[in-house]
């Protein structure tokens, strides 16, 4: 009798895997036939898994006079407190951790939109590609030999394969991307990815839960901190703290003086992880631009022009520059603080009601709705590039440390909801335009904001007693069982394949398209 009972578990265990291996191919294969008017929005399982943000760990310095890394060093040799390993690094650049930029396909009432302009034509091999554009004629996406290549506003290039055994490759430039493998673990449905940035190799792990037809994955802290580190990370500090970043020098900093200072004191914790991950966002995305566009100079700083977004002139530092001066104001920032406070408290509570060698998730249900839905989860930084279109059919595209609101609180037939940009960079959506984005797209910006609080706090703890900080207790990190993973041995030469790859296929699409019109409008 027992012998059948773990037979029959065995081949319970064996379905579901294979459920969330085929689910994948089937929705890409759907989306690979309608490619004219929808895009690969949910490309990680049936109607959305989950979607992917940027690393890039070998990053340039985000706290005075060192480079941290996920590794639990800095340049000067320190120590994150005991609380980083190698499989822990998490990443800065947020274009690694989504699937690629996303061209929406049509939507219906209020989200309606407007099918974008298409070539398709045969390739060599006899299969079929499609190439979209935006409005103005620039290349939007590619789709052909099983592989999809988006592009950003700013000329940045993700690629995305998805394998025969449900795996996917996401690439961003090269030496950048993940490889992302679905996983069972106690019955629970998983996923992993694997990171390469620099040479550097990760891993994260997310905790998939079912929702409306779709599978959202959500991310995992690989440790919790102690309840007394939890409380001085949360409680204002006991005299406002004046930190120096010493970003002066860099480049990403100067290119977007017009956009983000630093606040000029810090009366609380979750005031400075707001500006630690403000900056890693906007490093990112500069560094996404400079690789894009690698044969040319870097990119000058944007244009001064009327409105909001105000370019400080050559004269005026950005450390110089009042916070009021600049698109993202103080009370931007409070909002985005008071989200990292609730992120502080829900992790302190996970922490003390759940036995550490356990994942969290392990004891809760399958079926919940994905956290970006949550009443109190209204703000969102975006983590990598979106290219999306108005209800009057309009382009609207915003980048990494563009701001973002949710404003509807049910997602429509296509799992989208409707957002508002509340701050936006130079040459992306203006300030107070509404667009239909997907869950999916919400739920992975979630994902990255809670891994860059982990990364704050992590850097919180090393710091403490430092430059002015006031001295934390121990952090006494304790590892989440389910969050650990091993990396995927050959990540690095799959992602370097799929950039030669795709450099093949762009050629073989430019010179298949130069005799087809496009169609479309």
């Known amino acids: 009798m ?12 064996m379905c579901v895997v294979l459920v969330l291996s085929v689910l994948p191919s089937l929705a890409l294969a759907q989306g690979q036939d309608k490619a004219k008017s929808d895009s690969p929005r949910h490309e990680t399982s049936a109607k959305g898994a989950s979607r992917n943000r940027t690393t890039s760990s070998g990053k340039k310095s985000l706290t005075k006079g060192s480079t941290a890394t996920r590794s639990g060093s800095t340049s000067q040799g320190r120590n994150t407190s005991g609380t980083k390993t190698a499989s822990r690094t998490t990443p800065y650049s947020p274009a690694l951790h989504r699937s690629g930029t996303t061209a929406p396909g049509a939507r219906g009432g209020a989200n309606a939109v407007h099918s974008r302009p298409t070539k398709a034509f045969a390739m060599r091999d006899g299969s079929r590609g499609v190439e979209q554009f935006h409005a103005n004629g620039t290349r939007s996406s590619i789709h052909a030999h099983g592989m999809t290549l988006n592009y950003g506003a700013h000329g940045e290039r993700t690629i995305v394969t998805r394998r025969p055994d449900g795996s996917r490759l996401v690439s961003v430039g090269p030496g950048r991307g993940y490889v992302e493998r679905p996983f069972i673990r106690g019955g629970h449905p998983y996923m992993q990815r694997t990171y390469v940035y620099g040479g550097r190799t990760y891993v994260n792990v997310y905790r998939g839960y079912s929702w409306h037809g779709g599978v959202y994955y959500g991310y995992m802290p690989h440790y919790y901190y102690g309840h007394s580190f939890y409380g001085w990370a949360y409680a204002p500090w006991g005299a406002p703290v004046v930190w120096g970043w010493g970003w002066g020098p860099a480049p990403w900093y100067g290119y977007n003086a017009y956009y983000f200072a630093p606040a000029p004191v810090y009366p609380y914790p979750a005031l400075w992880i707001t500006d630690y991950l403000l900056a890693a966002n906007l490093q990112a995305a500069y560094d996404a631009r400079v690789a894009a566009n690698a044969a040319a100079a870097p990119p000058a700083p944007p244009a001064s022009t009327s409105g909001d977004n105000v370019q400080p002139s050559s004269g005026q530092s950005a450390a110089a520059g009042s916070a009021n001066a600049v698109v993202l104001t103080p009370e931007v920032k409070q909002e985005i603080a008071d989200e990292v406070k609730t992120q502080v408290a829900a992790e302190r509570d996970a922490a003390a009601n759940t036995n550490a060698q356990q994942a969290p998730a392990s004891t809760t249900s399958d079926a919940q709705p994905p956290a970006a839905l949550d009443p109190a989860q209204r703000t969102f930084i975006v983590s990598t590039a979106l290219n999306e279109q108005t209800a009057a059919g309009a382009d609207c595209s915003v980048t990494a440390g563009d701001v973002l609101t949710r404003i509807d609180d049910s997602p429509d037939a296509k799992h989208d909801v409707t957002v ?16 239909a984005v997907g869950v999916q797209d919400l739920q992975d910006m979630h994902n990255h904001f809670q891994e860059q609080v982990d990364d704050g706090l992590a850097t919180l703890a090393d710091s403490s007693g430092k430059n002015g900080l006031p001295a934390a207790p121990a952090p006494s990190p304790t590892p989440v069982a389910d969050a650990q993973a091993k990396p995927d041995p050959t990540a690095a030469t799959d992602l370097q394949q799929e950039q030669q790859d795709a450099n093949k296929t762009e050629t073989e699409v430019q010179g298949a398209a130069k005799s087809t019109p496009p169609s479309g409008n």
């Open 420 to 435: 508002l940009v509340t701050t936006s960079q130079k040459g992306d959506c203006a300030s107070g335009t509404r667009f």
């Open 2 to 13: 027992m012998s059948k009972l773990k037979m029959s578990g065995a081949i319970r265990t």
